[in-house]
């Protein structure tokens, strides 16, 4: 379900010309880092909760973790890139077309892209230099970075570093500026005297809020809970588990059925296919 929706979504944007526009620049990248993401994480979870088989090489379990927090830190920016374009949709109306262009959104996503490889790529390869004389069994759904390191022998200091260092820059800092922006916005539409002007400027940001709350909370509140006290490893895996897999399920059936212009491009893609066929 999650590769027919992200499908989906990603081929009516590409195929239907009006799509093309920044804001759906960011939506098909959105579209794209849950496919891949998703195809990252569920085939190997399927693998082994439905076949039993627990084991991975040590080599996979590190390109796993690599590609499963790279995609998850590539949409968490493209959540911000999200609250960047209504922030000046909101803000500046008049200078959107302006500030906003298809240049400058591809630019913010492809420096995200890099930072987030080079970020990634240190957090797993300092794992390379650990040694596990002790237990193998990860206590997680999937090579997780925490419950992985934290079973070797020897020091783990640049380990837990970068571990808060990539949480911080992955979760707290993204969700600092998208609360930034939301308090810029609703700075803004206090001062617009129509009240159907600030229904409809909100109305767009539903669908972006709809995202992060599905995103980023479910995965902060287990993070949180487990530093300040203890949780049951069953309860974590299953809430972690549904933090990871259940945004990239419902972010393409929140923008498929809550936005206008998605669904207006649908119908007039079937349309001219119909009448294609019909000639």
Not at 208 to 232: E, M, Q, R
Request: net charge positive.
């Amino acid at each position: 379900m999650t590769v027919l929706g992200n499908g989906f979504l990603l081929s009516v944007i590409y195929l239907v010309k009006t799509l093309h526009t920044p804001r759906y620049i960011i939506v098909f990248n959105l579209a794209l880092t849950d496919l891949c993401g998703s195809t990252a994480l569920i085939p190997k979870l399927l693998d082994t909760f439905l076949f039993e088989r627990r084991y991975i090489v040590y080599e996979a379990c590190l390109s796993y973790m690599f590609f499963v927090f790279f995609f998850g830190s590539i949409q968490s920016w493209t959540l911000v890139t999200m609250a960047y374009d209504r922030l000046i949709a909101i803000c500046f109306p008049l200078r959107y077309n302006v500030i906003v262009t298809k240049k400058s959104i591809i630019t913010i996503l492809m420096c995200s892209w890099i930072s987030m490889l080079m970020v990634i790529a240190v957090l797993v390869s300092l794992l390379e230099r650990l040694s596990f004389c002790g237990s193998i069994v990860i206590q997680s759904f999937f090579c997780d970075h925490g419950p992985t390191f934290r079973l070797a022998c020897n020091d783990t200091f640049l380990n837990t570093v970068m571990a808060y260092f990539t949480f911080t820059l992955v979760i707290c800092i993204p969700l600092v500026l998208i609360g930034a922006t939301y308090v810029c916005i609703s700075i803004a539409l206090s001062r617009t005297a129509s009240r159907e002007e600030r229904l409809k400027a909100m109305r767009t940001c539903t669908s972006h809020l709809i995202l992060v709350a599905l995103s980023v909370i479910p995965y902060l509140g287990t993070n949180v809970i487990v530093k300040i006290t203890d949780i049951d490893p069953n309860m974590r895996i299953l809430n972690s588990s549904l933090s990871h897999i259940c945004p990239s399920l419902l972010n393409p059936i929140i923008y498929a059925l809550k936005t206008e212009e998605v669904i207006n491009a649908f119908k007039r893609l079937f349309k001219i296919k119909r009448t294609i066929v019909s000639n």
